[in-house]
């Protein structure tokens, strides 16, 4: 299947620092790519659609100033959590597809695991 | 509103016997899709099996297949000749035709397979 590749895997900053986390479609151009939360044990939440070359739209409760998406290119979106605190620690995935290929599915990325300290 | 319910949080099952992951939603749509997703200890998500709304057929992916009953909107996964590597969680979830990205998921149930 194709392949999206998501980096960092694991990041561990500072509260009050801004991370980056970058997905990236390796084998396909990723018109529409999606960002998920985790909690422990919990399922995955939808936090944003973001399709290229416009503005990410954001889920009902999730803070467009504090989770910037950008999504410039087919192949690359990147998530910045903002001025992170604790509460910010999670697992965040991303999936990614291409709109353009008919019953194509969308594939995950590897994940990355937040610590905020 | 979509949602989509798993009642079991946790199955266990023998190797090589069968076990079915139970799966039920609501929704208004008419055009839709449903999949299953495993995801092991690593965290990976992993399509298991998908199941378009319009089909009537089950899906089935090797050892993997489903009970689709649209009208009862139930959709459970069953596993068969179980193996230790099925160990993981199990989620159901749902998109709204056309998108297949834009997904809801359940709760997730917690399979162990048993040597």
């Known amino acids: 299947g194709a392949v999206v590749s998501q980096h960092p895997s694991r990041v561990i900053c500072k509260s009050g620092t801004s991370v980056k986390i970058e997905c990236r479609s390796l084998?396909?151009?990723?018109?529409?790519m999606f960002w998920y939360r985790q909690f422990p044990k919990q399922s995955l939440m939808l936090m944003a659609t973001?399709?290229?070359?416009?503005?990410?739209?954001?889920e009902q409760g999730v803070e467009k100033d504090k989770f910037l998406i950008n999504h410039a290119s087919l192949t690359l979106s990147t998530l910045t959590v903002t001025s992170a605190h604790p509460e910010d620690s999670s697992f965040y995935i991303c999936?990614?597809?291409?709109?353009?290929?008919?019953?194509?599915?969308?594939?995950f990325g590897q994940g990355t695991r937040l610590t905020v300290v | 509103a979509q949602t989509v319910t798993q009642s079991q949080p946790e199955m266990s099952v023998q190797e090589a016997e069968t076990v079915t992951l139970s799966c039920t939603y609501d929704?208004?749509?008419?055009?839709?899709?449903l999949f299953w997703y495993k995801q092991p200890p690593s965290r990976q998500m992993i399509l298991v099996i998908r199941?378009?709304?319009?089909?009537?057929q089950n899906a089935t992916e090797n050892r993997f297949s489903v009970n689709f009953q649209k009208a009862a909107k139930s959709f459970s996964l069953k596993i068969s000749d179980s193996q230790l590597g099925d160990t993981a969680m199990y989620f159901c979830?749902?998109?709204?035709?056309?998108?297949?990205?834009?997904?809801?998921f359940g709760k997730g149930t917690k399979l162990s397979v048993k040597p």
């Open positions: 199941q378009e709304a319009y089909k009537q």
């Open positions: 929704t208004s749509e008419s055009n839709y899709y």
């Open positions: 979830a749902f998109s709204i035709g056309g998108s297949q990205g834009n997904l809801i």
């Open positions: 084998d396909f151009q990723a018109t529409t």
């Open positions: 973001s399709n290229e070359g416009s503005k990410a739209t954001y």
């Open positions: 999936s990614a597809r291409d709109n353009r290929v008919m019953n194509t599915e969308a594939f």
